[in-house]
């Protein structure tokens, strides 16, 4: 899977390099926020940008970051989500369980307020 890291305090910024997050590269996407938040970065953005297409293990490992995070008192925040994307997170009513934002630039800002 191809994934841009950057990291800065105790955040990371996790920009998906893929069009498609499916089952073949989930397990990937897992390992990878599991140890950000294990070293540390408890606030995750997670840029889908260049995601156009996504399935049920896609959105499942987004939850698991999620889920990792919370507990450190961080979150899992996602940004540039294309409209098909959206309409599955719609779909599977995560809409009420993510911080959604229209630029990374306004997800970073979430974070430090």
């Given at each position: 899977m191809k994934l841009d890291i950057v990291?800065?305090?105790n955040l990371a910024i996790v920009r998906i390099n893929e069009t498609e997050l499916t089952s073949s590269k989930s397990p990937e996407l897992k390992t990878e926020l599991l140890?950000?938040?294990s070293e540390g970065y408890v606030n995750i953005l997670v840029n889908l940008g260049m995601v156009s297409y996504i399935d049920s293990?896609?959105?499942s490992a987004l939850l698991f970051g999620r889920r990792q995070a919370i507990p450190s008192n961080g979150n899992l925040k996602l940004s540039c989500i294309s409209g098909n994307i959206m309409d599955m997170i719609k779909i599977a009513q995560l809409d009420k369980v993510f911080d959604i934002f229209d630029t990374e630039e306004e997800a970073i800002e979430s974070f430090l307020y």
């Amino acid at each position: 899977m191809k994934l841009d890291i950057v990291t800065q305090d105790n955040l990371a910024i996790v920009r998906i390099n893929e069009t498609e997050l499916t089952s073949s590269k989930s397990p990937e996407l897992k390992t990878e926020l599991l140890k950000l938040v294990s070293e540390g970065y408890v606030n995750i953005l997670v840029n889908l940008g260049m995601v156009s297409y996504i399935d049920s293990s896609g959105l499942s490992a987004l939850l698991f970051g999620r889920r990792q995070a919370i507990p450190s008192n961080g979150n899992l925040k996602l940004s540039c989500i294309s409209g098909n994307i959206m309409d599955m997170i719609k779909i599977a009513q995560l809409d009420k369980v993510f911080d959604i934002f229209d630029t990374e630039e306004e997800a970073i800002e979430s974070f430090l307020y």
